[in-house]
């Protein structure tokens, strides 16, 4: 059964960091692209940050850009996003996703094939 389990969310402070994880089982890692996307109540849900399989690039989305960070372990089947300086407007469920081969914008929930739960951060002022 192929899994992707976020932890790490949390209620911190503004101004504050948070380390999410993101735990693939039943798939190897290595030949998936992966990206953080996020969904606040009301709003659509929007890619946060993408790291790629083939040789490790990573794009933000510009609400984000030197504040979070993206990497990956292979061996340990595991992506992380690192959240620096939250915003109360960073609040949302925050979703991990693989894709064998993103073809178009790495934003797009479109080639995301699999998924997690999902885990909530909340920012407050």
């Known amino acids: 059964q192929i899994q992707l389990v976020e932890s790490g969310g949390g209620l911190v402070q503004s101004g504050g960091s948070l380390r999410l994880s993101c735990v693939a089982s039943?798939?190897?890692?290595?030949?998936?692209?992966i990206a953080w996307f996020r969904q606040a109540p009301g709003k659509e849900r929007e890619g946060v940050s993408y790291?790629?399989?083939?040789?490790?690039?990573?794009y933000y989305a510009d609400s984000v850009n030197g504040r979070f960070s993206i990497s990956r372990n292979n061996s340990e089947n595991t992506a992380w996003l690192q959240m620096h300086s939250l915003k109360p407007e960073d609040t949302a469920v925050y979703y991990c996703?693989?894709?064998?081969?993103?073809?178009?914008?790495?934003?797009?929930?479109?080639?995301?094939?699999?998924w997690g739960q999902g885990t909530q951060v909340t920012v407050s002022s």
């Open positions: 790291i790629s399989s083939i040789n490790g690039a990573t």
């Open positions: 039943g798939l190897t890692l290595d030949y998936y692209d």
């Open positions: 996703a693989a894709a064998f081969l993103v073809e178009g914008y790495w934003g797009s929930t479109n080639d995301y094939i699999y």
